[in-house]
C-alpha cells in the first residue's frame, strides 16, 4: 500500500480544539514533527482538516 509523509509546518496556537485533535491524532505535536501514514481515504480526511497547517509527501 501506498504511504505518504506528513510534516507539520504550521503551529498549532490559534487553531480550533478539533484541528488540534486531527493533527494529534495523526502524530503531529510540534512543528517539523514527521509521521508517515497509509495512503487511505480516513488518513487524507483528516490531513485536508489540517491542509493549512502540513505538508504531504509521497514516499
Request: proline letters at 2%; charged letters at 20%.
Amino acid at each position: 500500500m501506498e504511504q505518504v509523509k506528513i510534516t507539520l509546518t504550521g503551529s498549532l496556537i490559534g487553531t480550533t480544539p478539533a484541528q488540534k485533535a486531527v493533527a494529534s491524532s495523526l502524530g503531529l505535536k510540534k512543528i517539523g514533527d514527521v509521521t508517515i501514514q497509509s495512503n487511505d481515504a480516513s488518513v487524507m480526511g483528516k490531513v485536508k482538516k489540517v491542509a493549512h497547517l502540513v505538508k504531504v509527501e509521497t514516499v
